[in-house]
Every structure is written in C-alpha cells, then in structure tokens.
C-alpha cells in the first residue's frame, strides 16, 4: 500500500508541475503525466488488469520448498518450469523443516532485492507474518502447499483440500473393510502433526469421518512420523505393541514419507497379507508398492506437486510483470485416487510423472 501511496503523489505532482508551461510540447508532457496518475489511481482502487512491470530477463524470483521428499523435488521441478518457460531469474533454496532459516532466508531475499518470492511455507501464523514483512520491502508473494487465511497481501496460491485427500483414501479404505475383513478392522494413524498440525488435522479427519461410524473399527494407534525412516520404526513399534490384542490390520499415513515408511515396516514384520495400508501423496515409489506383488499398500490419494509449484511460481512472474491478479485468492488444484485394483490410472500417473521429472 505504501507503494502505491507514494506513487499516486508522484504521478500528480509531476501533473500539477507540468501545467504551468503553455507551449504544444509541454501541455504533451502534461497529458502523459494525468495518464500515470490515471493508472496509478486505479491500481490504488483495486483494479486487476495488467500494468507496465519488470521485463523477464530483468526479473530474479526465489522458490522455496522444506523438505527432502518427492513432493517437494516435484514441486520444485514446477517452479522450475515456469521460471523457464517464462525465462526470468531462479533461485531455489529448502528450509529443511526449520522455521528459523526459513525467517533466515527470507531476510537475505529481501537484502538481496530479488523481485519475489514463490514458497512452500512452515507455519501458516508466523511464515506469513515474516512474507508479510518481505512484502512491505517490495517483493511479491505467491505461496504453494498451504491453506490461506487472511494473507490480502499474497498475489497468489494453490494448495490441494486437505481434508479430501483424507477423505477420497477414506472412502476406499471403508470399502476394503466391509468387502475383505468382515466389517471389523483395528487401525493405526501415522500423521504430521508436529510438523504441519493444520494439514494433518484436515487429512486425519477427512479419513477417520469415513470410517468413525462403523461399529466393527477400533483405533489402535495415533502416532507423527512424517519422514521415512522414523515411519518405518513407529510403525514397526505399533505393529509389535499390538501383536498380543490382535494386531492392526490397517494403517492410514497422512504423507509421503509416512506412507512409503509404513509400507516398509510392515514388509519387514513379515505382515504382508494381514496389515493393509493406505496413504496419502503419489509417487513412484508409492506406484511401485501399489504394483506389487507383497499385497500391502491398497490405495493412496496423490497430489499434484508439480502444478501446484508451476502455478504458484507463473502467478509470482506474471504479478511482477505487471499482470496483477486477485491478492490473497485460494486455488484448489485436485488430487488423484491411485488403487490397486486400477494398474491402467497407475500406469498413466507413472507415464506422466516421468515426463514431468524428465526422466
């Protein structure tokens, strides 16, 4: 807002100065002068068509991710691919689930002057109240990866539906229940969070609301563990807690990492055939396990990583640009329901991963 401020003065003082000179050239000076500040007072009132911006080769942006998964490579990858097809200056950085760098790193981007920056952030409090700060030192935002509430000042983001993706795995895992155990299944939540509580709750309860009615389910276990390793060793305690009640015959990971990880865990337990998973995120490995002969992982629900990172990287140049779109608008980009029992969708998500990663 300041900056607009500052430019609708400008604009009309070098109006006011302009007429007092009466000769043909000046009063074409004068003309030229109420056209900016005609623009200028536009943009103040909140129009959205495109102005004059930065030129593409003069444009440095950042994108941003936090963690070392396929998701985030994928929506790196989709950064990567706008900044390419649009031909402006890229940087790429990961925060490695570190709230203090990611203030860190968003200070040195502001330091630095780049044009802006387009992030998967940590926190949805205190990650938007450091962009906001960049925002005020003049870089623009778009954000991927995130639910926004109340960010007026970001130009742009796309996330998925939390709670669908929970949801949409929710519904198979019912089905699977009632047509394969009889109606009766002990279950186990592997979640993220500590990590990211707001994404995590939104997952867990579009799937337990699937399931929560039905009289022959019990929750055993409700347990973080978002990275691989540490979901191949929680799952591994979980399934060892409960040999002795009965075992689990079903386990629900709300990520990536926990997804692949429980499906290890219970490879390596010898429970290939009595514990059945269902996850959430798609890769390939996940597409790989679905494949398999072991009968473990049934079903996930992925994301789109790469749209959501190409997205939110475009509506950051094209906004720099002078593109202005609706600040602080919402994009859902959908999921996909990948299910052993669909190897053609597998097969094509496989196929179409595999161009994305240029593979």
Known sequence: MKRKVISILLAATMAMSLTVCASAAEETETEAATEVATEAGSEAEGETEATSGKAAEDITVAGVVFQEDQFMRL??????????????NLMTSNTNNDQAKEADLINTYVTQGIDGIAIAPLNETSSMQALETAYDAGLEIAVGNTKLADAPFVCGGYTSDNYNLGELTG?????FIENELGGEARVAIIQFKSQLPDQSEARTNGFLDQIKDMPGVEIVADQ???LQDDAVQVVSDILTANEADGGVDI???ANDGGTIGATMAVKNAGKAGETFVF???AAEQQAAFLKSDDNIL????????????????EVLIKTIMGEKGEYGKEVIVPGVVLSRDDVDSITAFEEDLAEKMGN
């Open 75 to 88: 929506m790196q990858k989709g950064y990567e691919a706008a900044a390419e097809d649009y031909g402006v």
């Open 171 to 175: 519904q198979k895992a019912k089905e």
């Open 224 to 226: 973080d563990a978002w």
């Open 251 to 253: 386990i629900w990971a």
């Open 279 to 281: 996850g959430t995120d």
């Open 298 to 313: 049934q079903c996930v629900t992925g994301q789109d990583p790469f749209t959501i990172g190409y997205n939110t990287m």
